[in-house]
């Protein structure tokens, strides 16, 4: 198996320097907000978190590729960055702590693109998550003061806890009433949205998570933590990884319970 400690020292030190950036204009009242062509905001912040990452991978793994949500792809070759520079943008122009820059690292094989790196920081919440194949998922300020993620171990859906982000995308792409009797069938519903609730499946305070809509740097580095911590990761379709355009995560006991309402 091959050895990505490097690989993920090298993730903290992206996410140590993003964090510098994003936080210096978190709640900034002279913070420029501009409206993406999906409507979507995007901050300064923003992109200039993501041309600091782009910058330090330029510099310090030149053969590999990066995708990122503010400058799209760049290269090409069997390992790639996917990079979120501040997943949950809305919150972070209104001043409201929950958001994180997304980083992950991708490597081609036999079953295509699979994310074997990632790091989830959230300066505002205080709060960094991160994993790598075959070494585990962790919490903690650094990687010598960490604390080792786990799923929880509720196996029936009366007994679980379900996040989700919101209501409006179930229903525009049809499945709001499958959503809805999953909702029901659960013990508690919260919707945290954005990374957030991911990282509480790893850490096991919540049981299962989904999303009807999602981009790959939404997901990557959240896939490989879910995983590592002993979890699933799959789109809508049950195909495991980040690559399905939808995203469900569990603790591995409850996944076909939860897809089976998700797919009606």
């Given at each position: 198996m091959p050895d990505y400690h490097d690989d993920l020292r090298l993730a903290h030190v992206l996410a140590d320097a993003a964090d510098s950036t994003t936080m210096e204009r978190f709640k900034a009242l002279d913070l420029k907000v501009e409206t993406k062509p999906d409507m979507t905001p995007v901050s300064e912040a923003d992109k200039a978190a993501e041309e600091l990452i782009r910058g330090s991978l330029q510099r310090t793994r030149p053969r590999d590729a990066v995708l990122?949500?503010?400058?799209g792809s760049e290269g090409s070759g069997p390992r790639r960055w996917v990079v979120d520079p501040i997943d949950g943008t809305k919150n972070y122009v209104r001043?409201?702590?929950?958001?994180?820059?997304?980083i992950a690292l991708m490597e081609r094989g036999e079953g295509g693109d699979r994310p074997v790196v990632g790091v989830v920081s959230a300066p505002a919440l205080g709060r960094r998550?991160?994993?790598a194949?075959?070494?585990?998922?962790?919490?903690?300020?650094?990687?010598?003061?960490?604390t080792r993620l786990?799923?929880?171990?509720?196996?029936?859906?009366?007994?679980?806890?379900?996040?989700?982000?919101?209501?409006?995308?179930?229903?525009?792409?049809?499945k709001l009433n499958g959503f809805l009797d999953l909702t029901?069938?659960?013990?508690?519903?919260?919707?945290?949205?954005?990374?957030?609730?991911y990282m509480m499946v790893a850490e096991g305070s919540v049981d299962l998570c989904a999303e009807p809509e999602l981009s790959l740097w939404d997901m990557a580095?959240?896939?490989v933590i879910v995983q590592e911590a002993g979890g699933r990761f799959t789109g809508l379709d049950g195909v495991?990884?980040?690559?399905?355009?939808d995203a469900a995560a569990s603790n591995g006991l409850l996944h076909g319970a939860m897809l089976d309402y998700l797919r009606s």
């Open positions: 990122g949500e503010e400058f001043g409201v702590p929950v958001w994180a820059t997304l998550w991160w994993a194949e075959g070494l585990g998922a962790y919490t903690g300020r650094s990687l010598s003061s960490a786990a799923v929880s171990r509720v196996s029936r859906l009366s007994d679980a806890s379900f996040a989700y982000s919101s209501l409006s995308g179930w229903e525009e792409r049809g029901r069938a659960c013990w508690r519903t919260r919707g945290y949205g954005d990374f957030w609730p580095a959240n896939a495991p990884g980040p690559n399905s355009g």
